[in-house]
């Protein structure tokens, strides 16, 4: 019996460094991922924040689901730095986690950083060209 193609949401399970972006896409584990990233202490996922929208889709709220191992979320807004809602920082704040925005390239070196640290970090990161 055939069987057609499964497809599934995008979850790498584990943490890891990103080692390259771009092209629309991140690479990291020595995989590659086109679109938007959310890197959380249960793994990386794709995401939908877009250049234009780079506070929105619904997995955003993994964020907070998963508030007790991360501290500080570093938000990737593409090639600009956009301000995070106010509505939105106070729901971080109030979870513990301090928000840091910034473009994509400066929340992934970050990010590699502070990871390689052993810190309590996450990041959503907007995919750029």
Known sequence: MAQGIEIREAHFPGRAPIDAYGNGGFRFAQ????????????????????????????RLLKVFEEAEGVRFLLF???????RVPHALADRFRQAGISVDPMS??????TFNVMLSEGR??????????
């Open 31 to 58: 995989m590659s991922h086109r679109g938007s990233i959310l890197c959380l202490p249960s793994g990386i996922y794709g995401w939908d924040g877009t250049e234009q929208a780079p506070f929105s889709g619904e």
């Open 76 to 82: 990737g807004t593409g090639r600009d730095i956009r």
């Open 104 to 109: 994509t390239g400066a929340a992934v070196r």
């Open 120 to 129: 309590p970090v996450a990041a959503a990161l907007v995919a750029v060209d």
